[in-house]
C-alpha cells in the first residue's frame, strides 16, 4: 500500500494580469521576442531513456498561427521504430515507478507546478502564445494557472483517494492497495489547451502508472517546454514518453500493444470513436481491458429566459463565444434569445463583437488571434460563406476572413430562422455563434430544442433572475451538459472547483481535475489480514 502522506493544501494558482506596468507583461514581453527571434525550435521526442527527434520521414513545421510564414519549432516525426522504443523504456521502468513511495512520486509533480508559477511560467505562456496563438490572458488561464491546479490538486486528490480504505471487523485488518494498470496509458492531447496536454500524461502518471503521450503538432512546442520542466524536476526518464508524430503511425503501434492499459484522450468526437472502434475490435489481444477515457466536442448552448439581465448576457456571448477565437470544447456557440431581450441586446453585442480587437498575439491590446491552422481556416471560411449564402439566416456580425498574414476569422454571429439548421448542431470550434430568437411564450418549448439539437452535452448557460426559472430549466437540462452554468459563460472551468467533462457524444465525463478521472488510472487490490486465523473447522450451530 502507498506510504501515508500528508500532502500540501492544494490552492488556485492567482492569475497575473499583465497590465501595462507590471513586471510579468514586462517579462512576458521579453520571452516573446526572444522566441520570436530564435532559430527554429528541434522538438524532440522522449523514447524510454533517449530524449532526442523523432526518426521518422515526416518533418513538419510548427508555425505561428497569426502570421505563417514564421517557423517555431521544427518536429521530425517518430517512426514505428520510436514508438516501439518508447512503450519498451517505458514498461522497463514500470516496476520500479510503480514502487517508488506516493510522496516521492508526488514531490516531482509539486516541484513541475512550483517551476511553473516561478521560472518557466513566461517560456511556457511565450510558447503558448506564439505556437496556439492565444492571447496574454487566455495563455495565463491554461498554461500557468490550469496546468499548476492540475499537478498540485492531482497530488490532493490521489491522497483522497490512496485514504479511502474498507471497514474492519474484530481480528481483521482490510486495507485497499490502489496499484497501477498493468501495462502502459496512451494519452493523446488536443492542441486547445497546454494544461490538458500537460494533465493527460501526468495524472496516470501520478497514479504510478507508465504512458506514451502523443502531443497535438501545433501544441507541442509548448509540450517541448513541459517535458524540459518534468526532466529538470527529476521524473525519471521512461515515465513519460512524449511521442511526436502522426497520430495513426502513433496508434498503428500502441494500439496494437498486448500491454495497453488505457487510453487518455482529449480531441474530437471522431477520433475518440475510431479509437474505440479500433480498440474493441483488438480485445482480445490485451493483457486487460483497457481503460478507455475521452473528453470530446461540444456545441455548448447560452439559453436566456425573458427575466435575463442584458448586459451580463451580451458579455457571456462576446467572452464565451470569441475568447480564444472559440476554440474551446466550451465555447459558446448557440444561443436562445426572448425576442423582447433580443431587441434589448441586438445592436449592443453586434458593436462589442465588431469591436473586439483581433491580430497578432504580441500585440497585448488584442482580444484574440488567429485560427489554428489552414485546415482549420478553411473549414471556418467555408462555414461563413455558407451562411452568406443561406436565405434563412443572417450574418449580423464579422463573416469576413483573411489569410495573407495569418489564418483570421472575424468573430462572426449569424441569426437563422430555422431551429434545426446546422448551425445549431455542428461544433465548428471557431468563433461563430449561432442565434434563435424565440417568441417569450415558448421557452418551455425551447429548452426541448436546447436538449434536442445537438448530440453533444459538455456545457451549458442559462440566463434568468427568476429563481423558479433557474431551477427548472437546470432541472429539464439535467442530461444536456456535463457542466451548467447559471448566469455565466459556459467557459472557464476551474480545477478544483468545477471539474469538466461533458456525456453523450462528449465523453465518459470522467471530469478532468478531480479524483474521478485520477481513479480511472488505479486498480484496487483488496487485501484481507485475518490477525489471529481460526484454528477449528466446525461451526457452533454443529454443536
Ligand atoms: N471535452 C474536452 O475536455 C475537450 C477539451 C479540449 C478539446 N476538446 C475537443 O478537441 C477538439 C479540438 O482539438 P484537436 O483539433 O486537436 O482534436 P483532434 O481530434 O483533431 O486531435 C486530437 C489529438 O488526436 C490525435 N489523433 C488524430 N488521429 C489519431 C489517431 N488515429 N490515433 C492517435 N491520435 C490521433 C491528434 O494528432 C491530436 O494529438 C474539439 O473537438 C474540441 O471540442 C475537448
Ligand atoms: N477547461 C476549459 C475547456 C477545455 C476545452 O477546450 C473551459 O472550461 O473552458
Not at 477515457?293 to 456545441?299: C, I, L, P, S
Request: glycine share 8%.
Amino acid at each position: 500500500m502507498d506510504a501515508k502522506t500528508s500532502v500540501p493544501v492544494a490552492v488556485n494558482e492567482p492569475i497575473k494580469t499583465y497590465a501595462p506596468g507590471t513586471s510579468e507583461r514586462e517579462e512576458l514581453q521579453a520571452k516573446l521576442a526572444e522566441l520570436y527571434a530564435a532559430d527554429p525550435v528541434e522538438i524532440t521526442g522522449t523514447f524510454g531513456d533517449e530524449r532526442r527527434p523523432g526518426r521518422g520521414e515526416d518533418r513538419l513545421e510548427v508555425t505561428m498561427p497569426s502570421e505563417h510564414a514564421h517557423v517555431l519549432g521544427v518536429v521530425q516525426q517518430a517512426s514505428h521504430a520510436d514508438t516501439e522504443q518508447a512503450i519498451a523504456g517505458a514498461l522497463r521502468v514500470a516496476p520500479e515507478w510503480a514502487s517508488m513511495p506516493f510522496s516521492e512520486r508526488a514531490a516531482i509533480f509539486l516541484r513541475a507546478a512550483e517551476m511553473l508559477a516561478g521560472p518557466y511560467r513566461a517560456a511556457i505562456n511565450a510558447a503558448t502564445m506564439l505556437g496556439q496563438a492565444k492571447t496574454a490572458q487566455q495563455a495565463e488561464i491554461d498554461s500557468a494557472c490550469e496546468l499548476i491546479d492540475f499537478l498540485r490538486f492531482n497530488v490532493a486528490f490521489a491522497e483522497q483517494i490512496y485514504s479511502e480504505q474498507p471497514a474492519n471487523s474484530p481480528g481483521v485488518w482490510n486495507r485497499m492497495e490502489y496499484r497501477p494498470l498493468e501495462g502502459f496509458v496512451y494519452a493523446i492531447t488536443p492542441f486547445n489547451f497546454t494544461a490538458i496536454a500537460g494533465n493527460l500524461p501526468t495524472a496516470p502518471a501520478l497514479m504510478g502508472n507508465v504512458v506514451l503521450w502523443k502531443p497535438a503538432l501545433a501544441q507541442s512546442l509548448a509540450s517541448h517546454v513541459f517535458m524540459d520542466v518534468l526532466d529538470k524536476c527529476g521524473l525519471p526518464r521512461g515515465v513519460i514518453n512524449m511521442v511526436p508524430g502522426h497520430g495513426r503511425l502513433v496508434s498503428d503501434i500502441a494500439l496494437a500493444s498486448p500491454h495497453l492499459a488505457g487510453i487518455h484522450f482529449t480531441g474530437s468526437t471522431g477520433v475518440f470513436q475510431g479509437l474505440w472502434k479500433q480498440v474493441g475490435d483488438n480485445i482480445a489481444g490485451y493483457r486487460g481491458y483497457p481503460r478507455l477515457v475521452g473528453e470530446t466536442g461540444g456545441k455548448d448552448f447560452v439559453v436566456a429566459h425573458p427575466s435575463a439581465d442584458p448586459v451580463a448576457l451580451v458579455t457571456a456571448l462576446v467572452r464565451g463565444a470569441f475568447e480564444y477565437s472559440g476554440q474551446k470544447c466550451s465555447a459558446a456557440s448557440r444561443t436562445y434569445v426572448p425576442r423582447s431581450l433580443w431587441t434589448v441586446i441586438k445592436d449592443d453585442l453586434v458593436a462589442q463583437a465588431e469591436a473586439l480587437a483581433v491580430g497578432d498575439v504580441r500585440d497585448l491590446a488584442n482580444f484574440t488571434s488567429a485560427v489554428i491552422d489552414e485546415r482549420a481556416f478553411r473549414k471556418l471560411s467555408g462555414v461563413v460563406d455558407a451562411c452568406h449564402a443561406d436565405p434563412s439566416m443572417e450574418v449580423i456580425a464579422g463573416g469576413t476572413y483573411d489569410r495573407s498574414v495569418g489564418w483570421y476569422v472575424r468573430p462572426t454571429i449569424v441569426t437563422s430562422t430555422d431551429p434545426n439548421a446546422d448551425i445549431f448542431k455542428t461544433e465548428y470550434f471557431g468563433p461563430i455563434l449561432g442565434v434563435y430568437v424565440y417568441e417569450d411564450r415558448d421557452y418551455d418549448r425551447v429548452l426541448d430544442l436546447v436538449d434536442a439539437a445537438s448530440p453533444y452535452a459538455l456545457t451549458g448557460s442559462v440566463f434568468a433572475t427568476d429563481r423558479r426559472v433557474i431551477e427548472q430549466t437546470s432541472a429539464r437540462l439535467r442530461f444536456t451538459a456535463g457542466n451548467f452554468y447559471i448566469n455565466d459563460k459556459p467557459t472557464g472551468a476551474v480545477v478544483g472547483q468545477q471539474p469538466f467533462g461533458g456525456a453523450r457524444a462528449s465523453g465518459t465525463n470522467d471530469k478532468a481535475g478531480s479524483m474521478w478521472n485520477l481513479i480511472r488510472w488505479a486498480s484496487p487490490r483488496a487485501i484481507k489480514e485475518t490477525l489471529v486465523p481460526p484454528t477449528a473447522t466446525g461451526y457452533p450451530h454443529m454443536n
